[in-house]
């Protein structure tokens, strides 16, 4: 049966206005979403994902517009429509859900009333009809008690929650379309698990079609029945799931998964691939294909001539590809992955963690709690830390916000002092020693590089003054011609032209920052570097051109690495042994392989089925933990991970802090689940073999 | 790889950049505007003792008005006052102490106000409770009050008015300091300084204070109006700078009552206030608008 599209977007571009010129957002856009089907947009940071969004929404803002092209909603170009007729679809007929859950909820107005003004605005119905929609769809999004969260502010609820909050709101009134942009991008992984399994259930429970807009390639795989893949404002390969993941054409497409870290990969033995370079700025883009600089089948004459159109790939009708050579490819010949890296030898114990325990005390001045008598809280933020980590090993600590990862990270660069037990760096107790106290080689011995590229170089000073003052500072060089050439090494080990060091942060990429942020780091030869989530706000294929950058220079000092982080694809492929924490726990650790496959515990089982990965040929178990995390303030008693445990067994789960149980020497589980449970689990992630590969014939 | 490596750039000198920077107020029209108003007093009262003026003390011929020829041939452009002395001269002349104890004050109110504030912001604790209730404090004080009770307690001198207006404005600016400390002290770059052990006092004054600039060039642009017009008001009330020197203020005081015949010996240099202030607050406005852009 011939369906018509719910929205169409034909040969869309869509521009800015700006100080500098007309700046090209999209270029020649087409994209058709029929009726209950989900549609996917990917790309990375820049690549107009968003803007397709509000160009939708028609809410481009006052410098942004669609040049030519057409939008079709239903048959009818939205184009034409008033402003009135686009207020009664927006909301109503086309529902947006934005990454910012609680920016989208007003802070001053109960929950239930903000819901039913929706139904109240857009059609004739009481108050009291409206409410019961509303309360009716906070069940359909699965929050726990519906009343009391119609009742409750969204500043009361967690950030899960909020988002759940927003779905209803944009499901209240039976939209055709539901726009996501980045929906879960702000979430945990566990809660993001339960976020997309709810969008899937409602497109298929309402029939709702969906745009989903993501850098993920994993939530795609899981949500989206076809992905447009956007590069530059272009869209460069479009068609079913399955053809784009399978089947890929476009170099820029096998470029992306050839950089995730999929299950399968090692940075021995198959390191990631990053892509060279980096997006053109929309007034820099290349003549011809905008890939072409960063192409590896680049070919003169062919790439830089002409504007590449999609084409169709023979045999797929609908699979479409934005490249010129697309059918001449030799995928071997770009197969530059056989690089392997010599895998290291991990040497003695550097870092020793024993009963490291950190507790802070909040003082409510509420008088209140002061006639109460419970004016000072104590946060348990660390109990019973102990790990070791060696000499040019990569430690991984995993675990979702507010599980204490950062506290620790915080006791080990002496910010803060622990409350009791022992941190021993190199034979020395820094436990309870602030960094003020430390002597410069100890404090040069333990660096940290940070996660927000953009916050980690003062935007004040030039890139080599901040190298420079590190290197004075740690006393590696005085004198200022040594201080210099130091400088310039350390960028060459990071792989950027010295000429860097004259600029400012705001001159640099995110991905350049971070570069700086490690040489930082290292300037001091350091015998241990805390990164805290050094990639995560990092595009795809940056990542991995940092991740490798980290490990090698690891590799080459031989310096201990002890990697924070919550995305698991990442710690698999880059450590050798995980922690994972738990509400200020450590719930297991052991070899990377030892926690990636059973026995697990149960949160290590829940987070590893949580990860979206981007590879149709992995099965994973579907674990979907309820609720979320605990507050530190207020832990529940007996084991931290009760109240979410898809596992639990009992009363003693309740009351008892579980043993800490010993499976291979160094893998330990925290858990009361009996020997028999964990003999009979079965992993979580399993690959089947790939029917057909990356191949053209 | 090697080959891009070796050029060794010799970096922008920091006027170079400071000029390069400075140059960004041309996308403001407004901003242009208001500077080239005060740049005309500032240039008027560099150039003041070169000018063909005449003396601003010396009296003349008084109640003379604009443009009326002198015994000596030459004119008064903007008229003589009552005691007969040249009211062109004495408002360029005027614009001199203005602009010198202006600046200097709002300097002086800047210095202490930015240590208050990033020490409040920065340190926290005690530091803070102590430093926010003295601000509260004097800015629960009447400005004018504040003003009359220093300079009549402590005398009428230059550095008396600097004094005062830096126990007027150095509260507000400590919270605006503060409030952007607050913000500040949460970036990876504090902690990254932290990290490596470097003292408070280098913390705040090289890593926090810097990047504080933005907003507080425009506070400083507003303030630096506020102060003139605080100095022509203390002018007025008598509390200004001991005569005979020019001042505006006083200008004004001297020659209000004879308003209703010889308006213009009052007008001129309020006039003059008004657009220097004028030009203070244009080019802040203009600032803002350009730092709001990308």
């Known amino acids: 049966m011939e369906q018509t599209p719910i929205l169409e977007c034909r040969n869309l571009c869509i521009s800015y206005a700006t100080r500098g010129g007309e700046i090209p957002a999209v270029i020649d856009f087409n994209m058709t979403v029929m009726p209950g089907q989900g549609v996917g947009i990917v790309g990375e940071s820049g690549c107009g994902k968003s803007t397709v969004a509000l160009a939708i929404m028609q809410y ?139 969008v899937k259930e409602i497109s298929a429970e309402f029939g709702t079609s969906m745009i989903y807009i993501s850098h993920n390639l994993g939530l795609i795989l899981d949500t989206c029945d076809r992905v447009t893949v956007m590069y530059s404002g272009e869209a460069v390969e479009d068609g079913t799931v399955n053809e784009v993941f399978d089947d890929m054409y476009h170099p820029y497409t096998s470029g992306l998964f050839a950089s995730i870290p999929l299950p399968g990969a090692d940075k021995n033995e198959r390191p990631l691939v990053p892509i060279p370079g980096q997006l053109p700025l929309p007034h820099q883009r290349p003549r011809g294909c905008f890939f072409g600089p960063r192409c590896a089948f680049f070919k003169d004459g062919t790439c830089n001539t002409d504007k590449v159109n999609m084409r169709s790939v023979t045999g797929q009708e609908g699979h479409t590809v934005r490249c010129a050579r697309f059918e001449d490819i030799d995928w071997s010949e770009g197969d530059h992955a056989a690089v392997t890296v010599k895998s290291v030898k991990s040497g003695k114990v550097v870092l020793k963690v024993r009963n490291m325990k950190k507790y802070y005390e909040i003082r409510s001045s509420s008088i209140l709690s002061m006639i109460r008598g419970d004016a000072v809280k104590t946060v348990k933020a660390n109990e019973n830390i102990n790990f070791d980590a060696r000499e040019a090993e990569t430690v991984a600590i995993v675990g979702e916000s507010g599980c204490g990862k950062s506290t620790f990270a915080k006791v080990l660069m002496g910010l803060e002092e622990a409350t009791d037990g022992e941190v021993i760096l190199n034979g020395e107790d820094l436990a309870h020693v602030s960094v003020q106290k430390r002597k410069a080689r100890t404090v040069g011995h333990l660096q940290m590089v940070f996660q927000n590229p953009f916050d980690t170089l003062n935007p004040s000073h030039s890139v080599g003054s901040q190298i420079a003052r590190v290197i004075r500072k740690f006393g590696v060089e005085k004198d200022p011609e040594k201080v210099r050439a130091k400088v310039n090494e350390l960028l060459d080990l990071v792989k950027l032209p010295r000429d860097f060091a004259h600029r400012r942060p705001r001159q640099l990429s995110g991905g350049q920052k971070q570069r700086i942020g490690i040489a930082r780091a290292f300037a001091g030869n350091p015998a241990l570097v805390v990164a805290d989530e050094p990639v995560s706000a990092l595009d795809v294929s940056v990542q991995a051109a940092v991740t490798g950058l980290l490990t090698e220079i690891q590799n080459d000092l031989r310096s201990t690495l002890l990697f924070i982080s919550h995305d698991l694809s990442v710690v698999r492929y880059l450590s050798d042994r995980v922690v994972v924490m738990y509400l200020g726990h450590i719930v297991e650790q052991g070899t990377t392989d030892e926690v990636f496959s059973p026995p697990y515990h149960p949160y290590t089982e829940a987070l590893l089925s949580a990860v979206p990965i981007a590879d149709t040929s992995v099965e994973q178990k579907q674990i979907i933990l309820e609720g979320d995390i605990p507050s530190a303030v207020n832990p529940p008693p007996g084991c931290p991970f009760q109240t979410r445990c898809q596992r639990k067994i009992g009363s003693i789960c309740e009351t008892e802090l579980p043993p800490m149980k010993e499976f291979k020497p160094g893998h330990h589980i925290l858990c009361h689940l009996d020997e028999d449970v964990f003999a009979d689990m079965e992993p979580v992630i399993v690959m089947h073999e790939k029917g057909e590969a990356v191949t053209v014939s | 790889m090697t080959d891009i490596n070796q050029n060794d750039v010799a970096p922008p000198s920091a006027i170079a950049r400071m000029f390069k920077n400075f140059l960004l107020i041309r996308e403001s029209p407004i901003a242009m505007f208001g500077f080239a108003l005060i740049m005309m007093w500032v240039i008027l009262a560099i150039l003041a003792p070169v000018l063909p003026l005449y003396d601003p003390n010396t009296p003349l011929e008084p109640f003379k008005f604009p443009l009326s020829a002198a015994r000596d041939g030459g004119h008064y452009w903007l008229g003589t006052d009552h005691k007969g002395r040249d009211i062109l001269s004495r408002v360029i002349f005027g614009a001199q102490t203005v602009l010198v104890w202006a600046t200097l004050a709002t300097g002086v109110a800047y210095i202490v106000g930015m240590f208050m504030g990033v020490v409040a912001g920065y340190l926290g604790g005690w530091w803070d409770e102590v430093i926010s209730f003295v601000s509260n404090v004097l800015l629960s004080f009447p400005v004018i009050v504040l003003y009359i009770i220093i300079i009549t307690y402590l005398g009428a001198t230059g550095f008396n008015i600097v004094l005062a207006v830096t126990f007027a404005s150095a509260p507000g600016i400590m919270r605006i300091v503060r409030g952007l400390v607050l913000d500040l002290r949460t970036r990876d770059y504090i902690f990254a300084a932290q990290t490596r052990g470097e003292s408070p006092m280098y913390i705040m004054l090289v890593e926090l204070l810097p990047n504080a600039r933005g907003p507080l060039i425009v506070d400083a642009c507003l303030r630096l109006g506020y102060t003139t017009i605080t100095i022509a008001m203390l002018g007025y009330l008598g509390l200004g700078l001991p005569p005979p020197d020019p001042d505006w203020g006083k200008m004004i005081a001297e020659t209000q009552p004879l308003g209703s015949f010889a308006g213009h010996m009052a007008v001129v240099p309020a006039a003059a206030i008004s657009s220097l202030v004028l030009g203070f607050n244009l080019l802040a406005d203009g600032l803002r608008e350009i730092s709001m852009r990308d």
């Open chain 1, 60 to 198: 481009l803002g006052s410098n942004g517009y669609i040049k030519s092209g057409e939008i079709f909603f239903h048959g009818r170009d939205m184009r034409t429509m008033s402003e009135e007729e686009l207020r009664s679809i927006r909301g109503s007929k086309i529902a947006m859900i934005y990454q910012e859950p609680m920016a989208s909820l007003n802070p001053s107005m109960k929950i239930g009333e903000q819901l039913a003004e929706v139904p109240l605005f857009h059609e004739d119905v009481t108050r009291a009809e409206a409410m019961q929609r509303a309360l009716e769809l906070l069940e359909a999004v699965k929050l726990p008690d519906p009343k009391r969260i119609m009742d409750a502010y969204p500043h009361q609820i967690s950030g899960g929650q909020q988002q759940r909050v927003v779905i209803a709101m944009a499901l209240l009134s039976k939209p055709d379309l539901l726009l996501l942009d980045e929906p879960t991008t702000a979430l945990d992984v566990t809660v993001e698990r339960g976020i997309v399994e709810l």
